[in-house]
Every structure is written in C-alpha cells, then in structure tokens.
C-alpha cells in the first residue's frame, strides 16, 4: 500500500513563507489526484488544495492567492508553497491521493505565531 511522508513545517510569523514536501511510495504516483489538507486544534480536516494527475489545480477559498500545489512526477512527491501565512493557517498539514486514499500519514506542524 502506498505511503504519504510529510515534511517542511516549522514556527513561522505571520507574513513569513514555508514550503511543503511530501513524498509517496510506489511506482503509480503519476495517476494520482494528491490532495493538500489540515487540520487544526478542535477541527474537522479540510481540503486545502489539490493537484490532479493532469496538473490542474484548485484551492480552498481561504487560501487562494497565498498557497501554490505543484508536483514532480519523478521524484514522487507533491509539494505546497505557502505565502502571506497567517496565525490562521496553524495546523497540522497531510497529504493523501484523492482518488486512491492511503492511510494517514503523520502529517507536518504549521505553527504561524509572532
């Protein structure tokens, strides 16, 4: 079964960038639509950003504008940029395929704090 491993996350201030790195295991990531998400303290998980296997993106309204989904087919992994963040963006980051979900990996902390 494929696995998801998160990375990148750290303390930033608000207004401060991190970019995120996730990598899959196995040899079909191409055919995967990866999906973006977090959750936060006393939250549901959300969606926050998708990439399908044919590149094309969408976002969650709040962060439109700020975050960027991009993936490298070769290397298997899928990474976020996030820009403009904000003490609202604090969260627990995971990714996961769309259309083949895995099991949960143990995701990457996103702390926006001055």
């Known amino acids: 079964q494929v696995q998801f491993v998160e990375s990148g996350g750290g303390l930033v201030q608000p207004g401060g960038s991190l970019r995120l790195s996730c990598t899959a295991s196995?040899?079909?990531?191409?055919?995967?639509?990866m999906g973006w998400y977090r959750q936060a303290p006393g939250k549901q998980r959300e969606l926050v950003a998708r990439i399908t296997s044919g590149r094309t993106t969408n976002y969650e309204d709040s962060v439109k504008g700020r975050f960027t989904i991009s993936r490298d087919n070769a290397k298997n992994t899928v990474s976020l940029q996030m820009n403009s963040l904000k003490p609202e963006d604090t969260a627990v980051y995971y990714c996961?395929?769309?259309?083949?979900?895995?099991?949960w990996g143990q995701g990457t902390q996103v702390t926006v704090s001055s």
């Open positions: 196995g040899s079909i990531f191409s055919i995967y639509h």
């Open positions: 996961n395929a769309l259309n083949y979900p895995a099991s």
